[in-house]
């Protein structure tokens, strides 16, 4: 049975919005979850039988605003590989958004969960964008993501972002 790549991140995501929603309470920043436009079908007797998302998002997966007042956006993402990261799991309008959002702010972050090696990584996007266009590859390799970006197991994105 494939698995659905919309389910596989699904469990980081939840992660990730609890530590944003301590954040919120803590009123140390506020970070939330944007919510995805489903179209839903339903079948027989109403159950439903196929959803999709209804098309391309204006928004990253969080959007929200720091304690000094600055936005930030971040993107998400989890993968089962454990050699590297597929720039394909970034869809061509996730591209464009970060693009955008970087004529506004340089607080527009990735965070990658590599599930196979236990570990998440967190990065500037600017930095995901020079990658792509220095080099001429369909996947991030681990060690890059090793060497480049800040390890951050415990989520905490908050005390890495402070510059």
Do not use: H
Not at 115 to 130: M, V
Request: glycine share 4%; charged share 30%; aromatic share 12%.
């Amino acid at each position: 049975m494939a698995k659905n790549n919309n389910k596989i991140g699904k469990n980081f995501e939840i992660r990730l919005s609890n530590k944003f929603n301590e954040y919120r309470k803590n009123k140390l920043a506020f970070i939330s979850k944007v919510p995805t436009d489903w179209v839903v079908i339903r079948g027989v007797k109403g159950k439903i039988a196929t959803a999709y998302p209804r098309g391309k998002s204006e928004f990253l997966d969080y959007c929200g605003c720091l304690k000094d007042g600055e936005i930030i956006f971040v993107e998400a993402k989890s993968c089962n590989n454990n050699t590297s990261f597929p720039l394909s799991n970034i869809k061509p309008y996730q591209f464009e958004l970060i693009e955008e959002y970087l004529n506004y702010t340089d607080k527009v972050y990735m965070v990658v969960e590599m599930r196979q090696t236990n570990e998440t990584f967190l990065f500037k996007a600017q930095l995901l964008l020079n990658f792509e266009e220095t080099y001429n590859r369909k996947s991030i390799p681990l060690k890059w993501l090793q060497d480049n970006c800040i390890k951050v197991d415990d989520l905490d994105i908050l005390k890495y972002i402070k510059e």
